[in-house]
């Protein structure tokens, strides 16, 4: 089973830039796809993007009108155990709750069924 934390969410205002961590504790971990979601108040969880096993291979969401892979970036470090998010430009909009999880199906998935172990979540405020 592996146990994922996320970090470094906060506060913000409009255009600025945060980093999140998600460290992973379990021996599989670089086995595994991983990726991010959100949620909105009010809103249902969405995909944000996921990273393949190797760390060669991310996609995005392509329903977003201003799609989120042009201002956010997901990595990781396989030796650290730990996926990140990077998000630039960041608009009010992206104010959420940031989760990380497995991934549990090879391929391209972003539903969230297909994902597991999920992280207790970083909040992200972002100010107008």
């Known amino acids: 089973q592996v146990h994922l934390v996320e970090s470094g969410g906060g506060s913000v205002q409009a255009g600025g830039s945060l980093r999140l961590s998600c460290a992973a504790n379990g021996r599989t971990f670089g086995g595994y796809g991983m990726g991010w979601f959100r949620q909105a108040p009010g809103k249902e969880r969405e995909f944000v993007g996921a990273?393949?096993?190797?760390?060669?291979?991310?996609?995005?969401?392509?329903s977003y009108a201003d799609s989120v892979k042009d201002r956010f970036t997901i990595s990781r470090n396989n030796a650290k155990t730990t996926v990140y998010l990077q998000m630039n430009s960041l608009k009010p909009e992206d104010t959420a709750v940031y989760y990380c999880?497995?991934?549990?199906?090879?391929?391209?998935?972003?539903?969230?069924?297909?994902?597991?172990?999920w992280g207790q979540g970083t909040q992200v405020t972002v100010s107008s």
């Open positions: 999880a497995l991934r549990l199906v090879a391929g391209f998935s972003t539903d969230e069924t297909h994902f597991g172990s």
């Open positions: 990273i393949h096993w190797n760390g060669l291979i991310t996609y995005y969401p392509n």
